[in-house]
Protein backbone atom coordinates (compact mmCIF):
# COMPACT_ATOMS: atom_id res chain seq x y z
CA UNK A 1 0.00 0.00 0.00
CA UNK A 2 1.53 3.28 -1.34
CA UNK A 3 1.21 6.59 0.95
CA UNK A 4 -0.61 9.64 -0.84
CA UNK A 5 0.62 13.30 -0.46
CA UNK A 6 -2.53 15.89 -1.32
CA UNK A 7 -3.41 19.51 -1.02
CA UNK A 8 -6.71 20.08 -1.35
CA UNK A 9 -10.08 22.17 -0.39
CA UNK A 10 -12.89 21.97 2.02
CA UNK A 11 -15.83 22.31 0.64
CA UNK A 12 -16.21 26.31 2.56
CA UNK A 13 -13.01 26.58 0.41
CA UNK A 14 -10.28 26.16 2.75
CA UNK A 15 -6.87 25.12 1.83
CA UNK A 16 -5.57 22.12 3.36
CA UNK A 17 -3.04 19.46 3.14
CA UNK A 18 -1.45 15.74 4.03
CA UNK A 19 -1.08 12.31 3.50
CA UNK A 20 -3.06 9.01 3.51
CA UNK A 21 -2.71 5.49 2.83
CA UNK A 22 -3.87 4.10 -0.19
CA UNK A 23 -3.96 0.96 -2.92
CA UNK A 24 -3.92 3.36 -5.53
CA UNK A 25 -4.27 6.84 -6.72
CA UNK A 26 -8.46 6.24 -7.46
CA UNK A 27 -8.31 4.43 -4.04
CA UNK A 28 -6.95 8.25 -2.82
CA UNK A 29 -9.21 9.99 -4.40
CA UNK A 30 -12.38 7.88 -3.18
CA UNK A 31 -10.87 8.43 0.47
CA UNK A 32 -10.58 12.10 -0.32
CA UNK A 33 -14.20 12.67 -1.49
CA UNK A 34 -15.69 10.82 1.75
CA UNK A 35 -13.95 13.11 3.87
CA UNK A 36 -15.13 15.98 2.26
CA UNK A 37 -12.23 17.23 -0.01
CA UNK A 38 -11.65 17.86 -3.37
CA UNK A 39 -7.92 17.76 -4.42
CA UNK A 40 -6.05 20.16 -6.11
CA UNK A 41 -2.52 17.85 -6.33
CA UNK A 42 -2.33 14.18 -5.41
CA UNK A 43 1.02 12.49 -5.56
CA UNK A 44 2.53 8.97 -4.53
CA UNK A 45 5.47 9.92 -2.43
CA UNK A 46 7.44 7.49 -4.23
CA UNK A 47 7.22 9.09 -7.33
CA UNK A 48 7.49 12.39 -5.53
CA UNK A 49 10.97 11.19 -4.63
CA UNK A 50 12.25 11.04 -8.41
CA UNK A 51 10.04 14.11 -9.18
CA UNK A 52 11.54 17.70 -9.25
CA UNK A 53 8.90 19.98 -6.61
CA UNK A 54 8.73 23.22 -8.81
CA UNK A 55 6.29 21.94 -11.60
CA UNK A 56 3.75 19.84 -9.39
CA UNK A 57 3.63 23.43 -7.33
CA UNK A 58 3.31 25.57 -10.24
CA UNK A 59 0.55 22.94 -11.17
CA UNK A 60 -1.10 23.53 -7.84
CA UNK A 61 -0.84 26.99 -8.10
CA UNK A 62 -2.41 27.56 -11.46
CA UNK A 63 -5.19 25.17 -10.11
CA UNK A 64 -5.97 26.54 -7.09
CA UNK A 65 -6.37 30.01 -9.34
CA UNK A 66 -8.98 28.23 -11.28
CA UNK A 67 -10.81 27.46 -8.73
CA UNK A 68 -11.67 31.02 -8.06
CA UNK A 69 -12.54 31.36 -12.07
CA UNK A 70 -15.14 28.87 -11.69
CA UNK A 71 -17.14 28.06 -14.95
CA UNK A 72 -20.54 29.73 -15.24
CA UNK A 73 -23.35 27.57 -14.55
CA UNK A 74 -24.79 28.29 -18.36
CA UNK A 75 -21.73 26.81 -19.84
CA UNK A 76 -21.73 24.04 -17.08
CA UNK A 77 -24.94 23.03 -17.71
CA UNK A 78 -25.20 22.90 -21.76
CA UNK A 79 -21.61 20.41 -21.06
CA UNK A 80 -23.99 18.02 -18.74
CA UNK A 81 -26.83 18.02 -20.88
CA UNK A 82 -24.64 17.01 -23.66
CA UNK A 83 -22.51 14.47 -22.14
CA UNK A 84 -25.78 13.02 -21.38
CA UNK A 85 -27.27 13.02 -24.53
CA UNK A 86 -24.00 11.33 -26.10
CA UNK A 87 -23.73 9.09 -23.31
CA UNK A 88 -27.58 7.74 -23.39
CA UNK A 89 -27.20 7.07 -27.69
CA UNK A 90 -24.45 4.72 -26.75
CA UNK A 91 -21.56 6.78 -27.59
CA UNK A 92 -18.36 5.83 -25.26
CA UNK A 93 -17.42 8.94 -22.73
CA UNK A 94 -13.85 9.15 -24.63
CA UNK A 95 -15.72 9.99 -27.44
CA UNK A 96 -18.44 12.12 -25.77
CA UNK A 97 -15.58 14.27 -24.29
CA UNK A 98 -13.87 14.65 -27.77
CA UNK A 99 -16.78 15.76 -29.29
CA UNK A 100 -17.81 18.06 -26.09
CA UNK A 101 -14.28 19.82 -26.48
CA UNK A 102 -14.43 20.34 -30.13
CA UNK A 103 -14.64 24.02 -30.67
CA UNK A 104 -17.00 25.19 -33.40
CA UNK A 105 -16.17 26.24 -36.65
CA UNK A 106 -15.83 29.02 -38.89
CA UNK A 107 -18.86 28.28 -40.86
CA UNK A 108 -20.72 27.72 -38.00
CA UNK A 109 -20.03 30.93 -36.62
CA UNK A 110 -20.58 32.59 -39.47
CA UNK A 111 -24.30 30.81 -40.18
CA UNK A 112 -25.43 30.64 -36.11
CA UNK A 113 -23.40 33.22 -34.71
CA UNK A 114 -21.77 30.32 -32.45
CA UNK A 115 -18.95 32.54 -31.27
CA UNK A 116 -16.83 31.00 -28.34
CA UNK A 117 -16.95 33.06 -25.24
CA UNK A 118 -14.15 32.83 -22.61
CA UNK A 119 -15.87 30.74 -20.16
CA UNK A 120 -16.71 28.10 -23.45
CA UNK A 121 -12.83 28.27 -23.53
CA UNK A 122 -11.96 27.47 -20.15
CA UNK A 123 -14.64 24.98 -19.92
CA UNK A 124 -12.94 23.25 -22.81
CA UNK A 125 -9.45 23.70 -21.41
CA UNK A 126 -10.65 21.90 -18.71
CA UNK A 127 -12.73 19.51 -20.24
CA UNK A 128 -9.67 18.27 -21.79
CA UNK A 129 -7.49 17.69 -18.80
CA UNK A 130 -10.88 15.58 -17.50
CA UNK A 131 -10.35 13.69 -21.15
CA UNK A 132 -6.81 12.84 -20.78
CA UNK A 133 -6.97 11.21 -17.14
CA UNK A 134 -10.32 9.16 -18.02
CA UNK A 135 -7.63 7.98 -20.76
CA UNK A 136 -5.53 6.76 -18.23
CA UNK A 137 -8.02 5.16 -16.14
CA UNK A 138 -9.48 7.40 -14.29
CA UNK A 139 -13.54 7.42 -13.69
CA UNK A 140 -15.50 10.79 -14.62
CA UNK A 141 -16.22 11.16 -11.32
CA UNK A 142 -12.25 11.53 -9.69
CA UNK A 143 -11.23 13.14 -13.52
CA UNK A 144 -13.45 16.25 -12.94
CA UNK A 145 -13.04 16.08 -8.91
CA UNK A 146 -9.35 17.58 -9.76
CA UNK A 147 -11.05 20.20 -11.67
CA UNK A 148 -14.01 21.52 -9.29
CA UNK A 149 -13.66 24.62 -11.44
CA UNK A 150 -16.32 23.02 -13.94
CA UNK A 151 -18.94 21.28 -11.76
CA UNK A 152 -19.79 21.97 -7.67
CA UNK A 153 -18.95 19.18 -5.06
CA UNK A 154 -23.42 18.63 -4.96
CA UNK A 155 -22.86 17.48 -8.93
CA UNK A 156 -19.84 15.68 -8.70
CA UNK A 157 -21.49 13.71 -6.28
CA UNK A 158 -23.75 12.88 -8.15
CA UNK A 159 -21.89 11.81 -11.22
CA UNK A 160 -19.92 9.61 -9.09
CA UNK A 161 -23.26 7.62 -7.93
CA UNK A 162 -24.34 7.68 -11.15
CA UNK A 163 -21.01 6.47 -12.52
CA UNK A 164 -20.92 3.37 -9.96
CA UNK A 165 -24.64 2.74 -10.53
CA UNK A 166 -24.67 2.20 -14.06
CA UNK A 167 -26.78 5.06 -14.36
CA UNK A 168 -24.09 7.95 -16.02
CA UNK A 169 -27.05 9.53 -18.33
CA UNK A 170 -29.59 10.22 -15.54
CA UNK A 171 -26.63 11.83 -13.35
CA UNK A 172 -25.42 13.93 -16.00
CA UNK A 173 -29.32 14.70 -16.50
CA UNK A 174 -29.94 15.18 -13.12
CA UNK A 175 -26.58 17.72 -12.83
CA UNK A 176 -27.50 20.17 -15.81
CA UNK A 177 -31.28 20.26 -14.18
CA UNK A 178 -29.74 21.40 -10.98
CA UNK A 179 -27.32 23.84 -13.02
CA UNK A 180 -30.04 25.23 -14.53
CA UNK A 181 -32.14 25.59 -11.38
CA UNK A 182 -29.60 27.21 -9.80
CA UNK A 183 -29.08 29.44 -12.70
CA UNK A 184 -33.04 30.72 -12.93
CA UNK A 185 -32.70 31.50 -9.33
CA UNK A 186 -29.15 33.79 -9.65
CA UNK A 187 -30.86 35.44 -12.81
CA UNK A 188 -34.06 36.30 -10.90
CA UNK A 189 -32.14 38.04 -8.01
CA UNK A 190 -30.20 39.78 -11.14
CA UNK A 191 -33.05 40.92 -12.50
CA UNK A 192 -35.19 41.80 -9.96
CA UNK A 193 -32.13 44.07 -8.57
CA UNK A 194 -31.31 45.56 -12.46
CA UNK A 195 -34.26 48.24 -12.27
CA UNK A 196 -33.18 49.72 -8.96
CA UNK A 197 -29.67 49.51 -9.70
CA UNK A 198 -29.82 51.41 -13.34
CA UNK A 199 -32.40 54.09 -11.24
CA UNK A 200 -29.42 54.52 -8.54
CA UNK A 201 -26.90 55.50 -11.14
CA UNK A 202 -28.78 57.61 -13.29
CA UNK A 203 -30.13 59.38 -10.36
CA UNK A 204 -26.52 60.07 -8.74
CA UNK A 205 -25.08 61.02 -12.55
CA UNK A 206 -28.44 63.48 -12.45
CA UNK A 207 -27.00 64.95 -9.25
CA UNK A 208 -23.58 65.40 -10.24
CA UNK A 209 -24.29 67.33 -13.43
CA UNK A 210 -26.60 69.85 -11.66
CA UNK A 211 -23.67 70.32 -8.97
CA UNK A 212 -20.95 70.45 -11.55
CA UNK A 213 -22.71 71.95 -14.31
CA UNK A 214 -25.91 74.20 -13.66
CA UNK A 215 -24.92 75.19 -9.96
CA UNK A 216 -21.63 76.97 -11.28
CA UNK A 217 -23.45 79.14 -13.61
CA UNK A 218 -25.99 80.01 -11.28
CA UNK A 219 -23.00 80.92 -8.80
CA UNK A 220 -21.42 83.18 -11.45
CA UNK A 221 -24.71 85.31 -11.66
CA UNK A 222 -25.09 85.82 -8.24
CA UNK A 223 -21.56 86.42 -8.07
CA UNK A 224 -22.20 89.53 -10.17
CA UNK A 225 -25.12 90.44 -8.79
CA UNK A 226 -23.66 90.03 -4.84
CA UNK A 227 -25.41 90.54 -1.54
CA UNK A 228 -25.78 87.80 0.91
CA UNK A 229 -26.29 84.54 -0.30
CA UNK A 230 -29.15 81.58 1.80
CA UNK A 231 -27.88 78.77 3.83
CA UNK A 232 -28.54 75.94 1.20
CA UNK A 233 -27.48 78.29 -1.36
CA UNK A 234 -24.06 79.12 -0.16
CA UNK A 235 -24.00 75.05 0.96
CA UNK A 236 -24.92 73.99 -2.80
CA UNK A 237 -22.29 76.09 -4.29
CA UNK A 238 -19.77 75.06 -1.70
CA UNK A 239 -20.47 71.30 -2.75
CA UNK A 240 -20.48 72.11 -6.42
CA UNK A 241 -17.16 74.19 -6.44
CA UNK A 242 -15.28 71.05 -4.15
CA UNK A 243 -16.93 68.35 -6.96
CA UNK A 244 -15.48 70.95 -10.01
CA UNK A 245 -12.15 71.43 -8.37
CA UNK A 246 -11.95 68.19 -6.69
CA UNK A 247 -13.60 65.20 -8.95
CA UNK A 248 -10.38 63.01 -8.98
CA UNK A 249 -10.05 63.06 -4.91
CA UNK A 250 -13.48 62.07 -5.01
CA UNK A 251 -12.67 59.42 -7.70
CA UNK A 252 -9.98 58.08 -5.75
CA UNK A 253 -11.75 58.13 -2.56
CA UNK A 254 -14.33 56.03 -4.56
CA UNK A 255 -11.95 53.46 -5.84
CA UNK A 256 -9.99 53.02 -2.67
CA UNK A 257 -13.61 52.27 -0.84
CA UNK A 258 -14.66 49.78 -3.60
CA UNK A 259 -10.73 48.31 -3.18
CA UNK A 260 -11.13 48.19 0.66
CA UNK A 261 -14.68 46.17 0.37
CA UNK A 262 -13.75 44.19 -2.16
CA UNK A 263 -10.11 43.26 0.24
CA UNK A 264 -12.98 43.02 2.83
CA UNK A 265 -14.99 40.47 0.88
CA UNK A 266 -12.45 38.40 -0.15
CA UNK A 267 -12.04 37.29 3.65
CA UNK A 268 -13.41 34.67 5.39
CA UNK A 269 -14.39 37.00 8.47
CA UNK A 270 -15.74 39.61 5.87
CA UNK A 271 -17.96 37.35 3.86
CA UNK A 272 -19.13 36.15 7.27
CA UNK A 273 -20.08 39.56 8.28
CA UNK A 274 -21.73 40.76 5.06
CA UNK A 275 -24.27 37.42 5.34
CA UNK A 276 -25.21 38.08 8.84
CA UNK A 277 -25.83 41.72 7.69
CA UNK A 278 -28.37 40.28 5.15
CA UNK A 279 -29.83 38.01 7.35
CA UNK A 280 -30.32 41.23 9.72
CA UNK A 281 -31.93 43.63 6.68
CA UNK A 282 -35.98 43.68 6.90
CA UNK A 283 -36.96 42.72 3.66
CA UNK A 284 -33.72 41.18 2.36
CA UNK A 285 -33.74 38.60 5.17
CA UNK A 286 -36.52 37.04 3.45
CA UNK A 287 -35.03 36.75 0.07
CA UNK A 288 -32.18 35.07 1.26
CA UNK A 289 -32.95 32.81 3.32
CA UNK A 290 -35.78 31.29 1.43
CA UNK A 291 -33.14 31.17 -1.33
CA UNK A 292 -30.52 29.17 1.31
CA UNK A 293 -33.37 26.94 1.75
CA UNK A 294 -34.31 26.39 -1.70
CA UNK A 295 -30.58 25.50 -2.57
CA UNK A 296 -30.49 23.36 0.15
CA UNK A 297 -33.50 21.48 -0.11
CA UNK A 298 -32.87 20.73 -3.99
CA UNK A 299 -28.92 19.84 -3.81
CA UNK A 300 -30.31 17.26 -1.03
CA UNK A 301 -32.99 16.24 -3.23
CA UNK A 302 -30.68 15.42 -5.69
CA UNK A 303 -28.14 13.65 -4.09
CA UNK A 304 -30.61 11.75 -2.30
CA UNK A 305 -32.49 10.87 -5.64
CA UNK A 306 -28.62 9.74 -7.11
CA UNK A 307 -28.08 7.19 -4.60
CA UNK A 308 -25.65 9.30 -2.16
CA UNK A 309 -25.50 8.42 1.22
CA UNK A 310 -27.53 10.86 3.85
CA UNK A 311 -24.70 11.75 5.68
CA UNK A 312 -22.55 12.98 2.65
CA UNK A 313 -26.08 14.53 0.64
CA UNK A 314 -26.60 16.39 4.44
CA UNK A 315 -22.96 17.28 4.50
CA UNK A 316 -22.72 18.83 1.06
CA UNK A 317 -26.38 20.44 0.99
CA UNK A 318 -25.36 22.21 4.31
CA UNK A 319 -22.30 24.11 2.39
CA UNK A 320 -24.42 24.57 -0.91
CA UNK A 321 -27.11 26.78 0.83
CA UNK A 322 -25.12 30.04 0.57
CA UNK A 323 -24.99 32.14 3.06
CA UNK A 324 -22.57 31.24 5.74
CA UNK A 325 -24.79 32.26 8.90
CA UNK A 326 -27.49 29.97 7.38
CA UNK A 327 -25.00 27.51 6.73
CA UNK A 328 -23.47 27.14 10.44
CA UNK A 329 -26.88 27.24 11.78
CA UNK A 330 -27.93 24.45 9.33
CA UNK A 331 -24.73 22.71 10.06
CA UNK A 332 -26.22 21.79 13.65
CA UNK A 333 -28.19 19.50 12.22
CA UNK A 334 -25.54 16.86 10.74
CA UNK A 335 -24.19 15.29 13.85
CA UNK A 336 -27.79 14.24 15.41
CA UNK A 337 -28.48 12.62 12.20
CA UNK A 338 -25.21 10.88 12.00
CA UNK A 339 -26.55 9.75 15.57
CA UNK A 340 -29.60 8.18 13.83
CA UNK A 341 -32.11 10.90 14.53
CA UNK A 342 -34.33 11.42 11.49
CA UNK A 343 -33.62 14.01 9.44
CA UNK A 344 -36.92 16.47 10.35
CA UNK A 345 -36.36 16.76 14.08
CA UNK A 346 -32.69 18.13 14.11
CA UNK A 347 -33.92 20.36 11.43
CA UNK A 348 -36.58 21.77 13.15
CA UNK A 349 -34.30 22.16 16.49
CA UNK A 350 -32.50 24.71 13.64
CA UNK A 351 -35.70 27.11 13.55
CA UNK A 352 -34.73 27.92 9.92
CA UNK A 353 -37.36 25.89 8.40
CA UNK A 354 -41.29 26.59 8.76
CA UNK A 355 -43.28 24.02 10.67
CA UNK A 356 -44.78 23.22 7.10
CA UNK A 357 -41.51 21.99 5.69
CA UNK A 358 -40.29 20.69 8.71
CA UNK A 359 -44.09 18.04 8.27
CA UNK A 360 -43.25 17.17 4.63
CA UNK A 361 -39.43 16.47 5.25
CA UNK A 362 -40.85 14.52 8.37
CA UNK A 363 -43.49 12.17 6.72
CA UNK A 364 -41.35 12.09 3.38
CA UNK A 365 -39.12 10.82 5.51
CA UNK A 366 -41.29 7.91 6.98
CA UNK A 367 -42.85 6.93 3.62
CA UNK A 368 -39.59 7.08 1.92
CA UNK A 369 -40.22 9.43 -0.50
CA UNK A 370 -37.60 12.00 1.05
CA UNK A 371 -35.94 12.89 -2.71
CA UNK A 372 -39.22 14.06 -4.04
CA UNK A 373 -40.45 15.76 -1.01
CA UNK A 374 -37.49 18.05 -0.99
CA UNK A 375 -37.85 18.42 -4.45
CA UNK A 376 -41.02 20.14 -3.70
CA UNK A 377 -39.69 22.11 -0.80
CA UNK A 378 -37.29 23.54 -3.26
CA UNK A 379 -39.93 24.45 -5.36
CA UNK A 380 -41.74 25.99 -2.93
CA UNK A 381 -39.11 28.00 -1.89
CA UNK A 382 -38.23 29.17 -5.09
CA UNK A 383 -42.07 30.45 -5.27
CA UNK A 384 -41.36 32.20 -1.49
CA UNK A 385 -38.28 33.64 -3.55
CA UNK A 386 -40.04 35.87 -6.29
CA UNK A 387 -42.76 36.66 -3.80
CA UNK A 388 -40.03 38.06 -1.17
CA UNK A 389 -38.47 39.89 -4.35
CA UNK A 390 -41.50 41.59 -5.53
CA UNK A 391 -42.18 42.90 -2.01
CA UNK A 392 -38.89 43.98 -1.75
CA UNK A 393 -38.63 45.60 -5.07
CA UNK A 394 -41.90 47.18 -4.66
CA UNK A 395 -40.66 49.06 -1.68
CA UNK A 396 -37.39 49.80 -3.04
CA UNK A 397 -38.27 51.58 -5.58
CA UNK A 398 -40.59 53.94 -4.55
CA UNK A 399 -37.90 54.63 -1.70
CA UNK A 400 -35.55 55.66 -4.29
CA UNK A 401 -37.76 57.51 -5.83
CA UNK A 402 -38.45 59.67 -3.08
CA UNK A 403 -35.11 60.24 -1.93
CA UNK A 404 -33.89 61.26 -5.51
CA UNK A 405 -37.10 63.33 -5.76
CA UNK A 406 -35.65 64.97 -2.39
CA UNK A 407 -31.98 65.45 -3.30
CA UNK A 408 -33.46 67.00 -6.97
CA UNK A 409 -35.97 68.78 -5.09
CA UNK A 410 -33.32 70.59 -2.46
CA UNK A 411 -30.67 71.91 -5.35
CA UNK A 412 -33.47 73.32 -7.40
CA UNK A 413 -34.91 75.24 -4.90
CA UNK A 414 -31.23 76.17 -3.31
CA UNK A 415 -30.28 77.45 -7.04
CA UNK A 416 -33.43 79.04 -6.96
CA UNK A 417 -34.01 80.68 -3.44
CA UNK A 418 -31.72 83.77 -4.18
CA UNK A 419 -34.26 84.58 -7.49
CA UNK A 420 -37.00 84.70 -5.06
CA UNK A 421 -34.81 87.51 -3.13
CA UNK A 422 -33.67 89.17 -6.05
CA UNK A 423 -34.96 92.58 -4.44
CA UNK A 424 -33.09 92.09 -1.27
CA UNK A 425 -29.87 91.12 -3.13
CA UNK A 426 -30.30 93.68 -5.42
CA UNK A 427 -30.48 96.20 -2.98
Given amino acids: MATFTYRA ?38 VAQQRPSAL ?18 ETAARIARQLADLVRAGVPILQALDSVTEPPTEEAAVLWGA ?27 DAIARRPELFPPASISVIRAGEEGGALDGALLRTADFAERELALERRLKAALAYPAVLSLLSLGAVVFLLTWVVPRFA ?4 DLGGALPLPTRILMATGDVL ?62 SGVDILRALEIGVQAAGNRVFCERLGEAVAPVREGAPLARPLAGTQLFPPQVVEMISVGQ ?6 EVLEQVGARADAEVDHA ?8 EPALIVCVAGVVF ?8 PIFNLNTMIS
Wanted: hydrophobic content about 50%.
Fill in 366 to 371: ETGQLA
Fill in 244 to 305: ARWWWLGTLLLVACGMAIARALASEQGRRRRDELLLRLPLVRAVVAQASIARFARTLGTLLA
Fill in 220 to 223: AIYD
Fill in 115 to 141: REGRDDRRARAVLRDVRRDVAQGASLA
Fill in 410 to 417: FVVLAALL
Fill in 389 to 396: LKIFVTAL
Fill in 56 to 73: PEALGALRAFALRRRVGA
Fill in 9 to 46: RKLDGTAVQGSLPAENERAALTALDRMGLFPLELRSED
